[in-house]
T-cell receptor, first 113, second 110 residues
Framework: NAGVTQTPKFQVLKTGQSMTLQCAQD?????MSWYRQDPGMGLRLIHY???????DQGEVPNGYNVSRSTTEDFPLRLLSAAPSQTSVYFC????????????FGPGTRLLVL | KNEVEQSPQNLTAQEGEFITINCSYS?????LHWLQQHPGGGIVSLFM???GKKKHGRLIATINIQEKHSSLHITASHPRDSAVYIC????????????FGQGTRLTINP
């Protein structure tokens, strides 16, 4: 099993550009989520999904869009990149039952100029 | 005040020392997680606790639900234990959503 995979590993964008961060898992997990990690801020939840076709906002959703058309994939879209979105992005997945282990992807480092 | 507080924020110790990292939370939880992140690396789940104590190798995690406190202990610390250790909780209302502490940066010198 590959676990949770993310692409790309590193990306540089110009302000105003759009892009999609890819996340996929092969563990048949219902719950998937996106976090951003900034120095001194800890991890913050952007969006999450409890199953295909169901998504909801987390703590910091502005400027990001998600969809969940399949159980495996949960892409994160930056609609119009801003320097404030420079961060490291992690995708995670788990079973839906509360209190089960979460599995994290390797992260995507994004720099917006 | 953050809902999940960790202490210390930074910890430097010598190889072989016994390490303790603390996590306090202010909300009702269904579970608490300890995560490890090596420099420039991904995040790995170490433990998930809802009560009592768990042990894996040289790592021990405990939780006291009444005091809303958890500790992560490392026995016979080694330089490869150098990492950021993150505490996170599942709130009672919020299912799988995690609330994270700021992390504790641990450095073990040889």
């Amino acid at each position: 099993n590959a676990g949770v995979t993310q692409t790309p590993k590193f990306q540089v964008l110009k302000t105003g550009q759009s892009m999609t961060l890819q996340c996929a898992q092969d563990m048949n997990h219902e719950y998937m989520s996106w976090y951003r990690q900034d120095p001194g801020m800890g991890l913050r939840l952007i969006h999450y999904s409890v199953g295909a076709g169901i998504t909801d906002q987390g703590e910091v959703p502005n400027g990001y869009n998600v969809s969940r058309s399949t159980t495996e994939d949960f892409p994160l879209r930056l609609l119009s990149a801003a320097p404030s979105q420079t961060s490291v992005y992690f995708c995670a997945s788990s079973r839906l039952l509360a209190g089960t282990l979460q599995y994290f992807g390797p992260g995507t480092r994004l720099l917006v100029l | 005040k953050n809902e999940v507080e960790q202490s210390p924020q930074n910890l430097t110790a010598q190889e072989g020392e016994f390490i303790t990292i603390n996590c306090s939370y202010s909300v009702g939880i269904s579970a608490l997680h300890w995560l490890q992140q090596h420099p420039g690396g991904g995040i790995v789940s170490l433990f998930m606790l809802s009560s009592g104590k768990k042990k894996h190798g040289r790592l021990i995690a405990t939780i006291n639900i009444q005091e809303k406190h958890s500790s992560l202990h490392i026995t016979a610390s080694h330089p490869r234990d150098s990492a950021v250790y993150i505490c996170a909780v599942n709130q009672v209302q919020g299912a799988q959503k995690l609330v994270f502490g700021q992390g504790t940066r641990l450095t073990i010198n040889p």
